[in-house]
């Protein structure tokens, strides 16, 4: 596999102290860069982008972050009063496409099927996010672009402005993918299902990342044309050919074999920019609405580590047959839960099974409301996570030790879930493979081998390793410090 090669502080160089008065003087001594950033619109990517902006910023860089006028002003929360004069926000609003409602402007805001819609709408932002440029009486010194938009690098180019693709992904999954050649329909050596349900031949080590054979016919999808004209597969490809860093969101420290093998894959440098994990700092929302102080006073009553949160995300959702199979694990399982529940978009009725809280209800609590995540992660009540495996919440829960019990639902999830299990700090819930259904009897076993039973001991004493590195800010902040030296040094090369 591509292993997590786990360095921890007394094995490898102290990172330098990072203080925020050194953070912000670092580069005292050479002119700050303007850097602008430009993520695709999903919150589980303007997110990481957002903190990226932010520790960039926290260095005097000028950062022009760039997205719809919905999406800004559900993100600007979340920008410190302190760095507010070197993030600004620059909404370009997206034209009207006829099969997406008013003010769909994320992926969170449209069902699944509709997503491919929101690329058409993107792709309209080319004619703005070059007047953008052209009117910028500072051209930015860099673009950190994601992994959708192909023509960005082109029109970066007719002003001489150099991009990075940055990945939310993590490394395994890059490597998965492969070289560009094999980035495409037509170039890819892959051509069923089946041929991604074993480790690809270019990754040269021993290797467990692969997919499922449900998780594999949800994947190849990325492949095929969709509404926008152009597969997900494609759109990477070109973007990654018209930049010249790959800036991943990982570490050395996590995956060293996978990191320096995408470098001899893509020939080009690629350079982790860390875990990006979001800080914990309470905003005015979560320390007065009533519905979140209920959730963490319901947790201050419970036993430290007793507890179980449940939760899949902005956009993974389960249909209501495996939500049915999941509360009757939860039910199954006799552990205590906090259970942030998602409806299917576009479901009117009853999600949970009858009688399911009134049962439950001395021992969980299910909001669908939007939940505090860092502040849950972060209580001392929680002993486990049951997720969807999105990489950002793989990370913020293991920046606090916690073991993970695994359900991925599409994209990069199926690697993500295989590296974790494979590595020894979570457990997979048990399907079908065919069709990737599951019973509640497989989603208790999963739970309790995790929190309670003495098997799972070694997986929660992993987890509890792995925070050392998930949750060391220092050594994070230094991984944000390297790819400022990479963007000095290769600006005009």
Not at 199 to 226: D, E, M, T
Request: proline share 8%.
């Amino acid at each position: 596999m591509c292993h997590f090669a786990i360095s921890f502080p007394n094995s490898s160089p102290k990172p330098h102290t990072l203080t925020s008065q050194t953070m912000s003087s670092m580069d005292a001594h050479q002119p700050p860069l303007h850097i602008a950033v430009f993520p695709w619109l999903a919150f589980g990517h303007m997110i990481p982008l957002l903190e990226l902006s932010k520790s960039l910023a926290k260095r005097g860089h000028q950062i022009s972050f760039i997205s719809t006028p919905r999406n800004i002003s559900r993100l600007l929360p979340q920008i410190p009063p302190d760095l507010s004069s070197l993030i600004h926000v620059i909404p370009l609003s997206l034209p009207k496409v006829h099969e997406l409602p008013d003010n769909a402007e994320a992926t969170s805001d449209v069902p699944p099927e509709k997503v491919q819609f929101l690329k058409i709408a993107l792709d309209g932002l080319q004619q703005p996010f070059a007047k953008f440029l052209s009117e910028s009486s500072k051209k930015p010194d860099w673009i950190i672009l994601d992994f959708v938009t192909p023509w960005a690098p082109p029109i970066a180019a007719e002003f001489s402005i150099p991009c990075v693709v940055f990945t939310v992904f993590n490394a395994s999954f890059l490597a998965f993918c492969g070289p560009p050649d094999e980035l495409s329909q037509s170039g890819s050596s892959r051509k069923t299902p089946e041929d991604f349900t074993v480790p690809p031949s270019w990754i040269p080590f021993p290797s467990n990342i692969a997919y499922s054979l449900h998780g594999a016919r949800l994947f190849v999808n990325i492949y095929g044309n969709n509404g926008s004209g152009v597969s997900d597969i494609s759109r990477f490809a070109a973007t990654l050919h018209g930049c010249k860093l790959v800036a991943p969101r990982t570490c050395m420290e996590i995956e060293p074999e996978c990191l320096t093998l995408l470098q001899d894959l893509y020939n080009k440098p690629v350079v982790p920019v860390g875990l990006l994990s979001p800080s914990n700092t309470k905003t005015s929302s979560t320390t007065t609405d009533h519905d979140h102080n209920l959730i963490l006073n319901w947790l201050d009553k419970q036993r430290p580590r007793s507890v179980v949160y449940v939760a899949f995300g902005s956009e993974a959702t389960l249909s209501i047959e495996l939500l049915h199979e999941l509360a009757l694990g939860l039910e199954m399982s006799e552990l205590h839960f906090l259970w942030a529940l998602r409806k299917p978009v576009g479901f009117v009725g009853e999600v949970l099974p009858e009688s399911f809280e009134e049962r439950t209800r001395e021992r969980g609590v299910v909001t669908m409301g939007w939940v505090p995540q860092l502040d849950v992660l972060g209580h001392l009540a929680v002993g486990g996570f049951l997720t969807h495996s999105g990489w950002s919440s793989v990370i913020e829960a293991l920046q606090f030790g916690h073991p993970l019990v695994l359900l991925p639902i599409f994209a990069d999830q199926d690697i993500n879930a295989r590296v974790v299990e494979g590595r020894g700090f979570g457990v997979e819930v048990k399907r079908k493979e065919e069709d990737g259904s599951f019973d509640g009897e497989a989603v208790a076993s999963a739970l309790r081998l995790v929190m309670v039973e003495d098997e799972g001991k070694e997986i929660r004493i992993k987890a509890k390793e792995l925070s050392v590195v998930f949750g060391d800010k220092e050594r994070q902040e230094q991984y944000v410090d390297d790819f400022v030296k990479h963007l000095r040094d290769h600006r005009d090369v």
